[in-house]
């Protein structure tokens, strides 16, 4: 079975781009959450998505926003980018979440690294 | 609210001696608590989760970590290190106490150095 899959691993931009990042859970899985991760920070919740409806979203600006489709696949758009949003960005997928209880596990890809010039 | 306290921002043990991760939780719910390991450049892998069933977990790779209510700890420990134990390990909790979610709080990480 595929892990979770994360593309693209490395990417650069410039400070007011936009970056849009994939990722691809496990088949089967249904709930996608984001983290993003930072020397500083350490790993900080973005959101999680169930079914193409957020369900849960971390402490982050507008600027950033995801999305889910039918097949679970899942994207995160960053706008406006700064320097700060330089970071490793995790996606992680788990079973159907609802009023079922799931594992409790989170399965989680290698992460997009993006930096901001 | 919940949160992780990990004691130790990094620990450094010989090959073969015993390996504790302290961490410590604060929650107003019955919690679920995870170990999550992540080896460089990779992402995070599930060593072990309690989720109010037996207080002593039993994970892969020979880790285990034990529940303590008393004590709002849960420490993780191996009996014999191995030089590919190195990597960062991160203790978290589950936010609102229950595992019926994807939204992790983890804690600001634990660095293990193996040395040979």
């Known amino acids: 079975k595929a892990g979770v899959t994360q593309t693209p691993r490395y990417l650069i931009k410039t400070r007011g781009q936009q970056v849009t990042l994939s990722c691809s859970p496990i088949?089967?899985?249904?709930?996608v959450s984001w983290y993003q991760q930072t020397p500083g920070q350490g790993l900080q919740f973005l959101f999680e998505y169930f079914s193409e409806t957020q369900r849960n979203k971390g402490n982050f600006p507008g600027r950033f926003s995801g999305r889910q489709f039918s097949n679970s696949r899942s994207e995160m758009n960053v706008s406006t980018l700064e320097l700060g949003d330089s970071a490793l960005y995790l996606c992680?997928?788990?079973?159907?979440?609802?009023?079922?209880?799931?594992?409790?596990?989170?399965?989680f890809g290698e992460g997009s690294r993006l930096t901001v010039l | 609210a919940q949160s992780v306290t990990q004691l130790d921002s990094h620990v450094s043990v010989s090959e073969g001696t015993p390996v504790l991760l302290r961490c410590n939780y604060s929650?107003?719910?019955?919690?679920?608590l995870f170990w999550y390991v992540q080896h460089p450049n990779k992402g995070l892998q599930l060593l072990l989760k309690y989720t109010s069933a037996a207080t002593l977990v039993k994970g892969i790779n020979g880790f285990e970590a034990e529940f303590k209510k008393s004590e709002t700890s849960f420490h993780l420990t191996k009996p014999s290190a191995h030089m590919s134990d190195a990597a960062e390990y991160f203790c978290v909790v589950s936010d609102r106490g229950s595992s019926n979610t994807g939204k992790l709080i983890f804690g600001q990480g634990t660095t293990l150095q193996v040395k040979p």
């Open positions: 992680a997928s788990s079973l159907a979440l609802g009023r079922r209880p799931n594992t409790g596990e989170l399965f």
């Open positions: 929650s107003s719910y019955s919690p679920s």
């Open positions: 088949s089967g899985h249904r709930s």
